[in-house]
């Protein structure tokens, strides 16, 4: 007899996928999803970039676009959310449709092109958090027609800095023309540059200092990454997340939307993005700070991801295939293996595979 999810999901999965995205924010709106409770394990929690994690599941930006939902998220079993990615003026994204299952291959396309409603109606949700508990990032961009895309950065440092935990600038959804060029070496350096400043300004007047992410995409060259490492290095850069979605559609076996346009995430991304963790984590050194995303669908690939270089970990897309409950298997999941492993914390197996995933052919 099939389970209350596998009933749920046979039900959303008769929708479009969008429409199914909004019904599973109205449900966790609603309280229609139930929260995971999940005893805290020690041996899970640690701090990065100045933040106490008590888990180091996150939820990636994508999801909850315009921050409708971050404590719904919390209460899974995530150890932090991230909600955007959010633009200074509300944008309606590309036309749709603009997302596609790939079920055989439990990956998703998207091309929605940072659809949100805007830091106005974003800043008035989140700062209705008040001084509830709970880590939440934002995740900000810069709107398709914006004549200053740096500026829109900018905005979004100074715009969230009374109520974001965190923030990561995406510079690598393949969704916004253009947008993949502020990776360029000269590029990146003007960005840094200004949103660092910004930062600082900022925790001069708060009177704290809000981490700084840097979010990159999976299908950057060698000398690309040499790039971004060389920056980030130069900068007071908090972190990296790698990566974003992918353009490559390699080793699909679904091919029905395989030839749509857009970003291709899921458990396909796995080997990709990981490899390219442990290549920036080998580039960047021990110290600097990076959250590995991209195919992660069980405590296995989050550990997984830590092993090749990460500090924490965030997924997305794997949620759409395995539900509301994944999350909360994960952490127990992650606390088995700790049992197995025998370690005292989880960042002790930080970077134990690493040469292996340097050698990785992806």
């Not at 353009?247 to 091919?255: E, P």
């Amino acid at each position: 007899m099939p389970d209350l999810f596998s009933l749920g999901r046979r039900g959303l999965f008769l929708f479009d996928a969008e429409t199914a995205h909004g019904l599973s924010i109205a449900g966790l709106k609603t309280g229609l999803v139930p929260a995971c409770r999940t005893a805290a394990d020690p041996r899970l929690a640690q701090t990065v970039a100045g933040i106490r994690f008590a888990n180091p599941l996150g939820m990636a930006a994508g999801y909850d676009k315009n921050a409708e939902v971050p404590d719904a998220l919390l209460s899974l079993g995530f150890g932090f959310a991230e909600v955007g990615t959010l633009t200074p003026k509300a944008q309606s994204g590309n036309p749709k449709p603009r997302i596609f299952r790939l079920e055989r291959d439990r990956a998703v396309i998207n091309r929605l092109g940072f659809n949100n409603e805007g830091h106005d109606a974003a800043l008035a949700r989140l700062s209705a958090r008040g001084n509830r508990a709970g880590i939440v990032g934002v995740n900000i961009g810069a709107n398709k027609d914006a004549a200053d895309r740096v500026a829109d950065y900018v905005a979004g440092i100074r715009r969230f800095y009374s109520v974001a935990s965190y923030f990561t600038a995406n510079i690598s959804s393949p969704n916004t023309p253009g947008l993949r060029d502020l990776q360029a070496k000269e590029s990146l350096d003007a960005l840094l540059s200004a949103v660092l400043a910004a930062r600082a300004e900022e925790a001069i007047r708060a009177g704290k200092r809000l981490p700084v992410f840097l979010k990159i995409a999976p299908d950057l060259a060698e000398e690309g990454l040499d790039d971004i490492a060389e920056v980030a290095l130069a900068h007071d850069l908090d972190g990296l997340i790698v990566s974003n979605t992918t353009l490559s559609r390699d080793g699909l076996t679904d091919r029905t939307h395989a030839g749509e346009a857009g970003g291709l995430s899921g458990a396909p991304l796995f080997d990709k993005s990981t490899a390219v963790l442990a290549r920036m984590r080998n580039r960047v050194g021990s110290a600097l700070p990076i959250i590995g995303v991209g195919g992660v669908s069980s405590a296995e690939t989050a550990l997984e991801k830590i092993r090749a270089g990460a500090d924490l970990v965030q997924l997305y897309s794997c949620m759409v295939y395995e539900g509301p409950a994944l999350p909360g298997r994960i952490v127990k999941g992650l606390s088995a293996l700790l049992d197995r492993e025998g370690v005292s914390n989880i960042r002790d197996l930080r970077d134990t595979r690493l040469d292996h995933w340097l050698s990785a052919k992806v």
